[in-house]
């Protein structure tokens, strides 16, 4: 079982940057492929990120080049490093682990999930 802790979401006005963490208990966090999702007010949540178990990331296209994200295996630690924000990325955003330590896009392919973090971007 894994528990996931997202933290950093906040209001920033276009343009600018948030770094989201997720912190995540247990001792297999190395094994297990991460990812980031969002969900706006009456959207579907979409895929943003992932992160793999030992190598390779995928990103969707709306944000490439300007979120990156990343782990630190020695802190249990995910991160989606978010810059020039736009009013369009406001939602909620959450953390998800698999344990089968590959990428997925579809969130219903995720095993454990955060409870959110918000993310306001104001124009």
């Known amino acids: 079982q894994v528990q996931l802790v997202e933290s950093g979401g906040g209001l920033v006005q276009a343009g600018g940057s948030l770094r989201l963490s997720c912190a995540a208990s247990?001792?297999?966090?190395?094994?297990?492929?991460m990812g980031w999702f969002r969900q706006a007010p009456g959207k579907e949540r979409e895929f943003v990120a992932s992160i793999r178990s030992i190598v390779g990331k995928d990103y969707a296209d709306s944000g490439k080049g300007r979120f990156t994200i990343s782990r630190d295996n020695a802190k249990n630690t995910v991160y989606l490093q978010m810059n020039n924000l736009k009013p369009e990325n406001t939602a909620v955003y959450y953390c998800a682990a698999t344990e089968s330590g590959t990428s997925w896009y579809q969130h219903h392919r995720y095993d454990y999930w955060g409870q959110g973090t918000q993310v306001t971007v104001s124009s």
């Open positions: 247990g001792r297999t966090f190395s094994t297990y492929g």
